[in-house]
């Protein structure tokens, strides 16, 4: 990594918690991880204006931000939506102090008409984000386009996150509340490049830190949350009052992501040297062997004095890939789909069996 290391408006709401965690980070490279691959992909084909290569929850998701754009587009341009030019996965940037210090953003997309632009910003997965008015990665894409486009009287922002909400909220800012953020957002930056800023530990700031496993504030702020105070541990679990079960629920979920994060550090040194935990080694996993020609294995089942019945007994069927299967027959999405596949499998599905129910938190009631 370079020395100059820049600030992201994609890190804001984090950065601005803790403001040590930017230099806490610098040098650390993040780990590929599932959910990111799945998200890249549907923001790819975002761009291009083609869903192509995606597996059929990646193209619903897909499908469903595209309709939320032109929804939105048409609530904020009106009739002159259909002028809209858009350019999409451009990068900005911002200098201050004659350089000193550099931010970046990298919306999603920035629509424009004449002197009005909107900046939406796409979630492909289930974590709510917040609200337009109070996102302020959101809030940065403004400013910085603000300061690169010129001659605009107003930028809208608006959070696309289909799996939380087709009716996103948007936020519009002029120049009063466009300087005001940049002053805001200066000071974050400025504090965030500061080697003597606190690293101020908790749940949003955290979640994506990289410097996690390095991070002494996080090491007992997360051990702060594990859910065993003396008063827990002196009673057995049936005899715990009320308040003691809320205060198990409430650290629960940080003390468990805890012990997940100096498990997969574990893991992580025992690759790298076999020494590193003493009496503990790296054991090859198991690698799965799918039946990848299901027709020849029954040809050659049927060889053997098999008969069809007997072979399809025997056969498992994923209903994902069955319904992506079924979309590529049909060229149904979404909801005609979804009542295709009902129909397709009426009678023949396992009703008996059904996943454990779990405690979740319940939102307060208004």
Not at 197 to 203: A, D, F, L, T, V
Not at 268 to 282: C, E, I, S, T
Request: charged content about 25%.
């Amino acid at each position: 990594m370079s020395d100059h290391y820049w600030t992201r408006a994609s890190n804001a709401a984090a950065d601005r918690l803790c403001p040590g965690r930017h230099l806490a980070q610098r040098g650390l490279e993040e780990p590929p991880g599932e959910f990111a691959l799945f998200g890249r992909a549907v923001h790819a084909a975002l761009a291009k204006g083609y869903p192509s290569g995606l597996d059929l929850k990646q193209h619903d998701i897909y499908e469903s931000c595209t309709k939320i754009e032109a929804k939105v587009l048409a609530d904020y341009f009106g009739e002159d939506a259909a002028k809209v030019k858009v350019v999409r996965e451009k990068e900005y940037m911002l200098w201050f102090d004659g350089g000193k210090y550099e931010h970046r953003g990298h919306p999603d997309a920035v629509f424009r008409v004449g002197r009005k632009a909107l900046i939406p910003d796409y979630k492909a997965l289930n974590s709510e984000v917040p609200e337009s008015a109070t996102n302020l990665q959101l809030r940065h894409y403004a400013c910085m386009v603000w300061a690169n486009e010129p001659l605009l009287t107003e930028i809208a922002v608006v959070p696309i996150q289909p799996l939380v909400t087709h009716s996103p909220t948007i936020c519009v800012y002029t120049g009063d509340a466009i300087a005001i953020s940049t002053a805001e957002m200066y000071e974050s930056v400025v504090r965030s490049h500061d080697p003597a800023s606190p690293r101020i530990p908790g749940e949003v700031q955290c979640q994506w830190c990289l410097a996690k496993t390095k991070c002494a504030e996080y090491q007992r702020w997360a051990g702060s949350k594990v859910p065993v105070p003396l008063s827990l541990l002196e009673v057995p679990v049936a005899l715990w009052t009320p308040e003691m079960r809320v205060a198990f629920c409430d650290g629960y979920s940080v003390a468990a992501k805890w012990l997940e994060n100096c498990w997969a550090e574990m893991e992580r040194l025992a690759k790298a040297d076999p020494n590193a935990v003493p009496g503990y080694g790296m054991k090859e996993g198991s690698k799965p062997q799918p039946i990848t020609d299901p027709q020849k294995v029954f040809e050659r089942f049927e060889a053997q004095g098999g008969k069809l019945e007997q072979f399809m007994r025997a056969v498992g069927l994923a209903k994902g890939k069955l319904a992506e299967a079924l979309s590529v027959v049909t060229g149904l999405r979404g909801k005609k789909l979804d009542d295709a596949f009902d129909s397709l499998v009426e009678g023949c599905v396992d009703l008996q069996k059904q996943n454990k129910a779990s405690l979740v938190k319940l939102k307060p009631k208004e």
